[in-house]
């Protein structure tokens, strides 16, 4: 591939290339707020300590039961919009969790708020940080975990 006719054409149209460049940025900066702001592991305990933060993991029922951060509560990404209202008219700040830190912008995107924060690098992320789950043995009732005994 012969570089140099690219720089020349770049060259060329310095004006096209500035707009393409702008157009690039607006579109990862839209992109990034449109699927919400990130949370790390370490600010998760604290704006839940803090702020009273409630946590949503967005995983599928089996996945959850296998381990979830403490007081975190399970309604799967498929039964979402189901309980979207519910999740609006929380007004403390609401953390949504998933598996790697993908799919809770779209629970993000569906709730609307400002309030709304995904946890950046999801479950994935916060074994990662070495931070534990709980339940690693639990029954989901009602949409809290509850831990067998």
Partial sequence: MD?????????????????????????????????????SPNTLGQMVNSQNAQLIDIRAKKKFETGYIQGSRNIPLTQFKDHLEEVRAITDPIIIICDMGLHSSAAVQLIGKDNVFRLDGGIGGWQAAGLPLSGTKSKVVDGKAKAKK
């Avoid at 690219?6 to 699927?35: A, Q």
């Fill in 3 to 39: 570089f140099s006719r690219w720089f020349e054409f770049m060259g060329n149209h310095p004006f096209l290339f500035g707009i393409l460049g702008v157009l690039i940025f607006l579109f990862f900066t839209l992109e990034n707020k449109r699927s919400g702001k990130k949370v």
